[in-house]
């Protein structure tokens, strides 16, 4: 078998979405393959949060199946499920952390309904996922509302590396941050991705954040999706990519990354 050869991890096969008589997916096909940074854009109301939603198996799409390691989730029964989602984790937009929590105690929902820890263990693997992601030991202490913007998307990291996952999604991991802070976290999320073998899947508008951390780019137009290397989308002819792609910060960075 040839190593080179990409090996998909998640495989979203002919998948049509609908809202009433609103059509938000058309036989949408989308590949990611093992230990890339795949990249999701669109335009408003396009569909990535429902697609990211029915790649979680959190929403049962209309037509098509859904394959996350090698297992077809829109066949699973709801306990095979629960069992798959345990090696993966998520960001949401706005960090989504319960606010009546501290962090550790939000780092360890996931640990608390997948393991079977004793109290010390689970402050032990809490602290350690909170190092993990850059944060301050007394971080672990605070609640949401005592930490900064970047600090919570940080926290949020944690509680998705909880388990050890292999693949991770991200919901606009950079929105709301500074260009300073929203840097910093694509640095973090590079060195992770590399240490632990991850495999990313971002949504995100973030055209910075697009050029410095993907690999491959998948676009949802017209309710299909066009896939390519960054590259490749950015030379892409279509008149949407060419408007997104083509701004004055993008022939910044395409410069600079050789876009």
Known sequence: MNMSTPIPIIEALDISNSFGAQLVHDHLDMTVNTGEVFGIVGGSGSGKSVLLRTILGLQHPQAGKVRVF???LTSMAETEIHEVK???GVTFQAGALFTSLTVMQNVQLPMLEHLNLSPRALDELAMLKVRLVGLPPEAAYKYPAQLSGG?????ALARALALDPRLLFLDE??????PISAAGFDELLMGLQKELALTVVMITHDLDTIFR???RVGVILERKMVSDTLVGIVNNPHPWIQSYFHGG?????GAVHGA
């Open 70 to 72: 090698d297992r077809d």
């Open 86 to 88: 345990a090696s993966y």
């Open 151 to 155: 600090m919570i998307k940080r926290a």
């Open 173 to 178: 991991p950079t929105s709301g941050l500074d």
């Open 213 to 215: 951390t993907c690999n």
């Open 249 to 253: 910060r993008a022939r910044r960075f």
